[in-house]
């Protein structure tokens, strides 16, 4: 398309999507340029997590993801890693995490608003991975579950199947 940004825009519009419309076809846009302009080189860092089993690497390119890209903050490169399947370490801390971790009495009050700022973020982060390394598994299975213990029931074969 000539216009990524504006063709963005309709697509998120015609999906009935609203919030943040303009802020995030416009980051699409600057992130596909800057994709370009870099002869797609990020594919050549995603892959190296193919086949790592590394938690510093993967903490190093989510933070690259971080600091590279437009409207990225430390849960989002950790979305982005993850909707890949390239992660096992790095997860994305949001509410539901913060939540099941205060219900479950977690001996530091976690809040959503500071997880924006990467050195709280690694803290506590460092924290579940920690945990999860005492009970022999891996961060990533730690969040399916806390995911799937919010869904109530509503995934059946149903409404998963292709």
């Known amino acids: 398309k000539n216009n990524i940004e504006e063709y963005t825009k309709n697509v998120l519009q015609e999906n009935n999507l609203r919030r943040y419309v303009n802020r995030i076809s416009k980051f699409f846009s600057n992130n596909v340029q800057k994709i370009e302009d870099n002869n797609w080189s990020i594919m ?3 892959e ?37 399947g390239l992660t096992r370490y790095e997860i994305p801390i949001d509410s539901r995490i ?25 803290f506590v982060l460092d924290g579940i991975q920690e945990l999860c390394k005492q009970a022999d598994t891996y961060p990533c299975i730690l969040d ?14 149903e409404n998963i199947q292709f």
């Open 44 to 46: 050549n860092t995603l």
């Open 48 to 84: 190296e997590l193919l086949e790592c089993d590394s938690k510093n690497k993967e903490r190093k390119i989510a933070d690259q993801l971080n600091d590279t890209f437009d409207g990225f903050g430390p849960k989002q490169s950790r979305n982005f890693l993850q909707a890949l």
């Open 98 to 122: 913060t939540n099941w971790f205060k219900k479950f009495g977690f001996p530091v009050t976690l809040n959503s608003s500071p997880l924006g700022d990467r050195g709280y973020y690694h």
């Open 144 to 157: 399916a579950a806390i995911f799937s213990s919010y869904d109530k029931g509503e995934w059946t074969n």
